[in-house]
């Protein structure tokens, strides 16, 4: 993205309300990738890089924290959410992919395997 585009989405936030503290460097994308297990795509890098909202309903990067409403929730919570939709649709909505194996050795054997992932 644009740098241009970045700063003007900035501005665009801030005339919404949205506080932003000082952006990451290189070494604490670094540490935060390693803390998560992700790779921050580009886009978001650069827009994180220029200034970290902190205001309700973004992820804090910094405090690894996300304020929904009144509700804390850490990021690793919310990482946790795919894996967890997909243990709670096998489980009670029968869901399962063709294309996958047909006989897991046991549900607790793949939920722990979804949880890792």
């Not at 399962?96 to 047909?102: A, I, L, Q």
């Amino acid at each position: 993205m644009a740098t241009s585009k970045i700063l003007t989405l900035h501005e665009k936030l801030k005339e919404k309300g949205i506080l932003f503290e000082k952006g990451f460097e290189a070494l604490e994308f670094s540490e935060l990738e390693k803390r998560y297990g992700i790779a921050f795509p580009p886009d978001l890098r650069e827009f994180l890089s220029y200034g970290m909202p902190i205001s309700p309903n973004f992820p804090n990067w910094k405090t690894g924290e996300y304020l929904k409403g009144r509700r804390r929730i850490t990021i690793a919570e919310i990482m946790a959410w795919p894996a967890d939709g997909m243990c709670f649709d096998i489980e009670h909505s029968n869901f399962w992919m063709p294309e996958w194996v047909r006989n897991p050795l046991t549900w607790r054997t793949l939920f722990s395997w979804l949880a890792g992932w």
